[in-house]
């Protein structure tokens, strides 16, 4: 019972074949060209052979006009075999001859990437070793970029891919292009990656010692810190301050100046300098300096002192 199944679908698939030159996708009528040439041929698609061939039509073009449909030549009960087709024209030689195929399963219609010269009597290939006529399709090449479309292109079978290079954003570190094929293969193909957000330091400095670290995102915004406080002195504020995170470290300073002469001065005498180093007063006792300061900010032992 197994052999006769076998049989018939056989006998199926080669009156199919038979039937193509005839009622098939194209046709081309003989009797309107004076010369011919025969060529053997076997169908590759994407790197794969045809195997059951019936299911695809072959056929030779000069320009757009059919000039021969193949022949189905079935070798085997499991329907493989090749093609034989006899094309046409009317010139002895010369004419450049294209392929096309026909996949009746899909009704899809695809040109073929081998030509050949027209020579009037000519034999091409052989039932054994038939020319291979073959098929590289296009597939999408599709880049996301945090999920999003970021490139898309159309790449033929077989072509070496190249992967894009890493990217670049301020404040950002780029993960990398996820794995892609050394060639593009019979499918899409979907490439991935995606940014992650730094972050920064923002350090807070009083008097050139640690006073607050903290880590932000880049572009987060920043609320500065409330000035601190200390007994006997005055804060002199942050310095600048940036409204969001850049994207570099970040850091600010500030200082305390000692609030009023008493502070840095008791029962002794000093040396009174402007804040650029000019000496003001020499050995001058307490009631000297209160008196004979105006308004500002002098240099005492070292240090700032303020006078209001």
Known sequence: MRKIKVLL??????ILCLCNAQAGHWTCNPSDFQYDMVAYVGLQ??????????????????????????????VDDRGFGYYSLRIRSNEESGEIVTFKYYDAVHSVEKELEINLTFEHQAIVGVPSKPLILECRNRYRLTYLLDGAEYSVDSITYGTELVQKDALTKEGHTFSGWSE??????TKDVTVEGSFTVNRYTLLYMVDDVEYKRTELEYGTSIIAEAAPVKEGYIFSGWSEIPEIMPAEDVIVTGSFEIDGINAVITNKLVDVYSLQGVIVK???????????????????????????
């Open 9 to 14: 679908s056989w006998l199926v698939g080669m």
């Open 45 to 74: 698609i994407d790197g794969a052979m045809v195997t059951i061939i019936q299911d695809y039509e072959v056929a030779a073009f000069v320009g757009d006009e059919c000039r021969g449909v193949a022949v189905c030549e079935i």
């Open 180 to 185: 892609i094929p050394e060639t593009m293969p």
């Open 282 to 308: 020499r050995q001058i006792p307490m009631e000297g300096l209160q008196r004979g300061f105006l308004t500002g900010v002098y240099i005492v032992n070292g240090k700032k002192m303020v006078v209001k």
